[in-house]
Nanobody, 121 residues
Framework: QVQLVESGGGLVQAGGTLRLSCAASGSIFSITTMAWYRQAPGKQRDLVARIISDNSANYADSVKGRFTISRDNAKNTVSLQMDSLKAEDTAVYYC???????????????WGPGTQVTVSS
């Protein structure tokens, strides 16, 4: 089994910064994709940023130029640096990973429990 655990959420004023981190642990053979999604109250869960194993990344238009995703393949971690935060960035942020486990030669999707980010205006 694989677990994802996020950290770094909290309350920040508009224009401020936060850094989210996510660590994957368990029976991991390899991780192809790692990503951050977010879900605001009453809205669907949307992709914020995604990074694949060669470190190429893509971002939602709403966060381009403000957020930066990075990963450490050796440690199975992914981070999201969030700058110039806006009130509309308020949401629960979820870590996501596509993992090949050590038990079976297949890939599975895993989610973290989420971390709250609140940006006050």
């Amino acid at each position: 089994q694989v677990q994802l655990v996020e950290s770094g959420g909290g309350l920040v004023q508009a224009g401020g910064t936060l850094r989210l981190s996510c660590a994957a642990s368990g029976s991991i053979f390899s991780i192809t994709t790692m990503a951050w999604y977010r879900q605001a109250p009453g809205k669907q869960r949307d992709l914020v940023a995604r990074i694949i194993s060669d470190n190429s990344a893509n971002y939602a238009d709403s966060v381009k130029g403000r957020f930066t995703i990075s990963r450490d393949n050796a440690k199975n971690t992914v981070s999201l640096q969030m700058d110039s935060l806006k009130a509309e960035d308020t949401a629960v942020y979820y870590c996501f990973a596509i993992v090949r486990t050590t038990q079976l030669p297949y890939q599975y999707q895993y989610w973290g429990p989420g971390t709250q980010v609140t940006v006050s205006s």
